[in-house]
């Protein structure tokens, strides 16, 4: 069993920035791949970014040149830095993993971009 903990949610004028961070309870060194989904209120959530244990990254098209996903073997969080934030951006931010099958999600972090 994994457990994922976000943090770094808030609200911020379009244009602005944050920092998303996920932290789980195993090494993520032992984690094939991290996701950052995201969830608009009456809209299915999505894929936003993925890293994978080698570093490869792959982004959601709306996002690209945006957002960079990062990982931090020493600290162990995986990261979603969100520079010049939109209203659409705004949503309800979630990590996600699988291990053995298993699909684990965190509690969720709420981004809010307005002015």
């Known amino acids: 069993q994994v457990q994922l903990v976000e943090s770094g949610g808030g609200l911020v004028q379009p244009g602005g920035s944050l920092r998303l961070a996920c932290v789980p309870s195993?090494?993520?060194?032992?984690?094939?791949?991290m996701d950052w989904y995201r969830q608009a209120p009456g809209k299915e959530r999505e894929r936003v970014a993925r890293?994978?244990?080698?570093?490869?990254?792959v982004y959601l098209d709306s996002v690209k040149g945006r957002f960079t996903i990062s990982r931090d073997d020493a600290k162990n969080t995986v990261d979603l830095q969100m520079n010049s934030l939109k209203p659409e951006d705004t949503a309800v931010y979630y990590c996600?993993?699988?291990?053995?099958?298993?699909?684990?999600w965190g509690q969720g972090t709420q981004v809010t971009v307005s002015s």
């Open positions: 195993r090494s993520i060194s032992t984690i094939y791949f």
């Open positions: 996600n993993t699988e291990v053995s099958g298993q699909s684990y």
């Open positions: 890293i994978t244990r080698s570093g490869a990254t």
